[in-house]
């Protein structure tokens, strides 16, 4: 079975340090790797995925992630965090079967305080 | 494009009290899902529908019923609202077969249900 852990359930950083949340998976095959942003009181929104292309990925808003499958991570991380930064964060995995299957599993999420 | 919309917003039920969550895209998605969000426990899935007619229990579906009314429209109903269903119900919708999709999931705003 997929599982996906994301270390820290709550982060704080400062407006304008490096913003790093870290997610770890377990999968027996080549993944698919999402993160996912929730602002206060609105839905997800993707801000990148990993689908076997290039590992380091980059999405909106500044965020990127390194995929390393030595590690099984797939942290994100923005080099200067703003106060808009301040949300949950989900990391997801699936394969492409799974996907094929409608099959996403989701991390317990990592919620973002950003102090001025 | 509206994406995917949700009504009601929030919701104040008492025990024991019925109620169907909407759920409408316009995406011309094939699947759709039913999430729950509870603190500390990212999202899980209630229910999911791959296409107009079919239906599947996802991890939690105890407790709910669905219906894929059309492609565009998938309903959840709490037949019997009890104190433990108190949580963010997302809807979301994807075409996981679609070239490029990797079922990446678009999601609603969410429905805030208290159940008393």
């Known amino acids: 079975a997929q599982s996906v852990t994301q270390l820290g359930s709550h982060v704080s950083v400062s407006e304008g340090a490096l913003v790093l949340l870290r997610c770890n998976y377990s999968?027996?095959?080549?993944?698919?790797l999402f993160w996912y942003v929730q602002y206060p009181n609105q839905g997800l929104q993707l801000l990148l995925k990993?689908?076997?292309?290039?590992?380091l990925v980059k999405g909106i808003n500044g965020f990127e992630a390194e995929f390393k499958k030595s590690e099984t991570s797939f942290h994100l991380t923005k080099p200067s965090a703003h106060m808009s930064d301040a949300a949950e964060y989900f990391c997801?995995?699936?394969?492409?079967?799974?996907?094929?299957?409608?099959?996403?599993?989701f991390g317990g999420g990592t919620r973002v305080l950003v102090k001025p | 494009n509206a994406g995917v919309t949700q009504t009601p917003k929030f919701q104040v039920l008492k025990t024991g009290q019925s109620m169907t969550l909407q759920c409408a895209q316009d995406?011309?998605?094939?699947?759709m899902y039913w999430y729950r969000q509870d603190p500390g426990m990212g999202l899980r899935l209630i229910y999911y529908s791959a296409s107009e007619g079919t239906t599947d229990k996802g991890e939690v579906p105890n407790g709910y019923n669905v219906s894929r009314l059309n492609k565009r429209e998938f309903s959840l109903r709490l037949e019997s609202a009890a104190p433990s269903q108190t949580s963010v119900y997302f809807c979301?919708?994807?075409?996981?077969?679609?070239?490029?999709?990797?079922?990446?999931?678009?999601f609603g705003p969410g429905t805030r249900l208290t159940v008393l």
């Open positions: 999968s027996s095959v080549p993944p698919y």
């Open positions: 997801a995995v699936t394969t492409p079967a799974r996907a094929a299957g409608n099959k996403l599993t």
């Open positions: 995406m011309n998605h094939n699947s």
């Open positions: 979301a919708s994807s075409d996981p077969l679609a070239r490029g999709a990797y079922n990446e999931q678009f």
């Open positions: 990993y689908t076997s292309a290039a590992t």
